[in-house]
């Protein structure tokens, strides 16, 4: 094998999609913009640069969708998963990773690969034809001249929505007299103790205080970007302040689960927490805590949460606009432009959200693009699984389901990114959830508890199923 697959972009799903496809013989050329030109948003030259959060969010691969993808990627022998799995942080049920330890390690494996060739250059324009196999995995954060280039060849204006980051905070400047450790509901995750979270309380007047002032806070305007819409996922805490005086209490500042280890008779009206954004410990960062305020105002306001007075932070939190594509109408199910068919694309420009969402559909373009430059077949995994759902999401955009499990085309126009969920999934077939013997009355949240599980296990026996089955795909590795 001489003829290389070209990827175009070095974030979560570029590294990975490179990973994957040198793995399986395929020599490999990752052109990376960064070292070059940067970006609104990326801070460093590594691949796969954690721009948001520090949280690959839920590894319970039992009942949680998030955690089922974790376990598929792991499966697929993802970078991504072991790279955050050796450099993971305390945060409860949550896989979080010392993001620059993090992204340090996926670097190093990617440069030190011998099949893979990382060429620090800015892409223009779509890959010419001599060019062969490509993956475009430039991410949200596409530079304008490929957006530009990539509208022009299918016809589409550019959708896109706006993202946040969050602040974060030196650990040594929290008031640890006012804030205590705790996870919520004491639950213990990888690599935590049930503590894991800081913890911060408010009052009924404190809190209604910061909701005045957030709602009068001057912030960013972006006027040139008008009619983008916010990803709901990844709202800014004024957004959410703006949508109701009680959003925020019963969001990312709820009280649940939480006993004030300082006061413990008196319940918290609110909390916000910060979880532990390094493996030092010496940074946390504000969780849920996405915001466009301006910076003076954002020192000014979030000084107003107890225990964070005299809180010094280490990056402040800003908005960006994120661009994605319209990928039912333009990508077929092996995610192959169609009017250019050696072009793939991945990761969150196909309009999937979240950094592990991103480097799975990276998997599962190098996969295909591998199958195809070794003349094998390989059909997509099963709806039924994480990356199938997710999958199919992207290239068909929102699907309902009837009954016996077939689907019906709603409405592409509406497509917009998604988080993997189960609502993604196809439902159960006629008779697999059944009602536990000795139980007189089954209730809705068991119920629900026990379909996650079903979900789980099915897909994770497809998955491991779909893996098993590339026999071609494994002799090549």
């Not at 994605?324 to 050696?342: A, G, M, V």
Request: net charge negative; hydrophobic share 40%; proline share 6%.
């Amino acid at each position: 094998m001489t003829k290389p697959l070209h990827i175009i972009g070095g974030g979560l799903a570029g590294s990975e999609a490179a990973w994957q496809a040198a793995r399986l013989g395929i020599p490999v050329i990752l052109h990376e913009m960064r070292g070059v030109r940067g970006t609104d948003a990326h801070k460093t030259d590594h691949l796969a640069e954690l721009v948001c959060s520090n949280s690959f969010r839920s590894d319970d691969a039992t009942s949680n969708a998030v955690g089922v993808l974790h376990a598929e990627m792991r499966l697929a022998d993802s970078i991504v998963m072991a790279c955050g799995d050796a450099h993971q942080v305390p945060a409860g049920s949550a896989l979080a990773v010392d993001r620059d330890a993090f992204s340090a390690a996926v670097t190093r494996a990617i440069s030190d690969h011998p099949l893979i060739t990382v060429v620090r250059e800015e892409i223009t324009g779509l890959p010419p034809a001599d060019w062969g196999q490509t993956i475009i995995a430039t991410g949200p954060l596409t530079a304008p001249a490929l957006a530009d280039a990539i509208a022009h060849e299918t016809g589409q204006d550019s959708l896109a929505f706006f993202d946040a980051i969050a602040p974060i905070i030196h650990f040594d400047t929290v008031d640890l007299d006012t804030a205590w450790f705790q996870s919520r509901y004491d639950k213990v995750g990888p690599g935590g103790t049930g503590k894991d979270y800081l913890n911060c309380p408010m009052d009924e007047a404190q809190y209604n205080a910061f909701i005045d002032a957030l709602l009068a806070a001057e912030k960013t305007e972006f006027k040139q970007w008008e009619n983008v819409p916010y990803f709901d996922g990844c709202l800014p805490v004024e957004v959410m302040a703006e949508r109701g005086r009680e959003t925020l209490r019963h969001g990312p500042m709820k009280p649940m689960g939480l006993t004030n280890a300082h006061d413990p008779d008196n319940r918290p009206h609110a909390v916000v927490q910060l979880r532990q954004d390094n493996a030092l410990g010496t940074l946390y960062n504000m969780v849920g805590f996405q915001t466009k305020m301006k910076y003076g105002e954002q020192t000014r306001i979030l000084r107003m949460i107890p225990g964070l007075e005299e809180a010094e932070f280490a990056r402040l939190g800003g908005i960006h606009r994120n661009t994605y594509l319209n990928s039912p109408k333009i990508l077929d199910e092996w995610l192959r432009l169609k009017t250019r068919p050696q072009v793939r694309f991945a990761g969150q420009i196909t309009g999937c959200e979240g950094y592990i969402e991103s480097a799975s559909i990276g998997i599962l373009a190098a996969r295909f693009a591998a199958s195809e430059m070794l003349g094998t077949d390989l059909a997509p995994p099963p709806v039924t699984t994480a990356m199938g759902a997710l999958l199919h999401h992207i290239t068909t955009g929102h699907v309902s389901y009837d009954e016996d499990g077939t689907s019906n085309e709603r409405s592409r126009r509406s497509f917009q990114p998604m988080n993997v969920n189960f609502g993604l999934f196809p439902p159960l077939a006629d008779g697999e959830l059944k009602k536990p013997e000795g139980i007189k009355r089954w209730r809705g949240k068991e119920k629900q508890a026990a379909k996650k599980q079903l979900y789980a296990r099915r897909a994770l026996d497809g998955f491991a199923a779909w893996i098993d089955g590339q026999k071609a795909l494994q002799a090549a590795e």
